[in-house]
């Protein structure tokens, strides 16, 4: 609940962090794996683990929330303050993201958190989607998505924010923002980041349609930038990596921050009126029935 | 005579269609077609067939203006009146737009209407151009454009305003904004609309040139979507419709109408001044004399 | 020196080409190189040749600063005052710019004008870079970039001024904005001019990493528009020309501003602040050092 309340308050993960350690001891237990030499663990909470190489200054982030990784407003905030923590490590300097859960990267957001719940539950989520987007898409490390699975809506939308995306070559994974397939609307950052991914048209197209795209599509339109086996996910980003990091941090950094500068400021100076906009249209009776009908959708095609 | 007041109202095609509902009636016959079961008949005019099947929800525009469609002030009048009227029909969700006449999709604007007519002429027909614009790019309907046939300058602009572009592959056909080829320049939303199908570059060189593109050259840079033989246009059309209605409409609207906000806004705050430039402009000595050395040409061509 | 003090004053070249004129016989030797029948000479300088053929409206600009045509202060400005008079002259309606030293379009800005210099004259220096842009972005003539050599940095950004681009197919050959290798960065124009031609992903991509393209891999993502065999770049330069002015050029000038016109007037309104924002820059010590050790590098690699 404190982590709720912070995500409400005005200051985002900076108020967040300092309530976080402060407590954080009475309500979690630390993992403390087996440690590689030359690696420390930044590991907040068992959904999310961190192994960090000290000699190459990468970490890898696992998102291990069973069974689909979805983006509950708990699993967001560990993952903002995974994030936080490494972006405040001087020596860590790049940020791999991939999945432990079998076959997906990510499902997206967890629709749990907007059905029959409170408008005040419902804001509270939406600031720590935003959060998670702003911290990723303005990161000074580099980030490399490690998309070892499927990556719907969401999912899709944490890899767009990285500098480079591989992605398993397995024809039965997809990726894409497919959020007018379930009857609601990707906001304007989601439409942004995209269209700074793949252009105007194509975003137009895949977001009208709610298009899903297989590995092959999505290299050919730019939506992810390299296949490889599915095993070799990791070691293939490892290798981009560390030519990422052969390029003077200083340079990168203003670099990337430029580009990326007039997008993250729109979220920025429109995050309220943002999240008002989102809790109205989600507790409009219509969509909840929408989300009500895709969920038993869900059920019946696993039953 | 309720949709002509509807269309005065919003301040669009005010002036320009209280000229045409002052005489329209005795210079027109209503069209009554036989009517197939389970379809409707939106005709308002000779010029324009409206084939509406209530069992899809799909609209099928035929334009019948011979003998090349040329977009003339009274035929786009007419167009922005069905466009409207199914705009204005709830069970209307689909819009396909094409050529009822041979070869030819739409040659354009109607370059009578610009060479030697008052400032005034100029200024309606203008607006008139805009009200087409506004309405297709706007529409809340899935719309599609059914290319049967060369689709130069306005035909062009046209296809372009809509969701999907579906071309007949016969290499004699062609399309793209030549307006530079006749010593004219295609104004700021033609530009941004181009920008918006195929992106920056290609439409700098593009418009610069005012190149024509045969259909595989189209396809290539992402002008059209989708090239079938010629006499499986609609088909196709029917087919591809089918997908994007299957998308939630309200989510559908909603995502197109963010994606070309921008773009809509830009030309709706700057109307008046876009009337002026085109006035002034077009009514300038060289320009109606290049108009006018264009016109002699085609003659020749045809003799 | 009385050149370099123009172009700290306000008024960029247009101060600049009046003093320019009332000195220039005093400062150089005119060179009188034996004319074709129909040509003139435009040459304002040893470092700059130019070639114009009266039948056909087209000059050739030579670039020939031993060794690899550096944009030093002096070449910036003897190459804006060459752009401005053939823009000024009604019967220049194309210019081609090329390499007259081997293996090198232009090695972009000289370091030397960077590298342990006053604040004042990086300032100078920056301007000049500005002045070299908008001359070329903004030209009335159609621009071709003949690209018979190696373009990397400023000489990217030269190239992508014009509006067609035609590169010798010689893998060893590479173009791009690698300024991030050298630990400085692009500024926001370098970006936006990249952006303009080959879209935000590409550029993100190319900027932080640096990247240098071969003539391959720059046609692939749209940096060059044609390859040809090395002979051939200024044959080909001058046919494609032909095609550009064979569209009316007052409809194609007023095209072409409108599609630049946003990106141009970003750096006009912004001048001195991006001066300012150089100067702070590149006179810090962490970038006078990067710079230090880069030609350093550059010394033990000619050894």
């Known amino acids: 609940m404190a982590l709720r309340a912070a995500f409400r308050s005005r200051g985002g993960l900076s108020g967040l962090l300092s309530q976080w350690s402060s407590c954080s001891s009475n309500v979690r237990t630390c993992v403390s794996p087996v440690l590689l030499p030359q690696q420390r663990n930044h590991s907040t909470s068992p959904k999310i683990r961190v192994e960090f190489d000290q000699s190459t200054g990468v970490a890898v982030l696992h998102m291990q929330s069973p069974p689909v990784n979805s983006l509950s407003l708990e699993f967001l905030t560990e993952l903002c303050i995974s994030v936080e923590k490494l972006e405040m490590d001087k020596s860590c300097r790049g940020l791999i993201i991939t999945s432990g859960q079998p076959k997906v990267f990510s499902a997206g957001l967890d629709i749990m958190e907007m059905y029959g719940k409170s408008p005040e539950h419902c804001g509270a989520f939406w600031r720590a989607v935003q959060e ?172």
Chains 1, 2, 3 share one sequence.
């Not at 400021?265 to 909840?288: A, M, P």
Request: net charge positive; aromatic share 6%.
């Open 132 to 303: 998670m987007w702003l911290k990723l898409y303005s990161s000074n490390m580099v980030t490399i998505a490690a998309i070892n699975g499927s990556s719907p809506a969401g999912g899709c939308l944490m890899a767009m924010t990285c500098d480079h995306r591989i992605m398993a070559d397995n024809p039965r994974y997809s990726i894409g923002l497919n959020e007018t397939q379930l009857g609601i609307v990707a906001p304007f950052w989601f439409m942004d980041t995209m269209t700074n991914t793949v252009g105007q048209r194509t975003t137009e197209m895949a977001l009208q349609l709610g298009l899903l795209y297989n590995p092959a599509e999505a290299l050919k339109i730019g939506l992810v930038d390299q296949l490889v086996p599915e095993d070799q996910v990791l070691t293939a980003a490892t290798q981009t990596i560390s030519k990422w990091l052969a390029i003077p941090d200083h340079a990168r950094q203003i670099t990337k921050s430029m580009m990326r500068k007039q997008t993250i400021d729109k979220l920025r100076s429109n995050r309220e009126s943002d999240i008002q906009y989102f809790v109205n249209f989600i507790t409009k009776d219509s969509i909840q029935k929408s989300l009500g009908g895709y969920m038993e959708m869900l059920k019946k095609r696993r039953a």
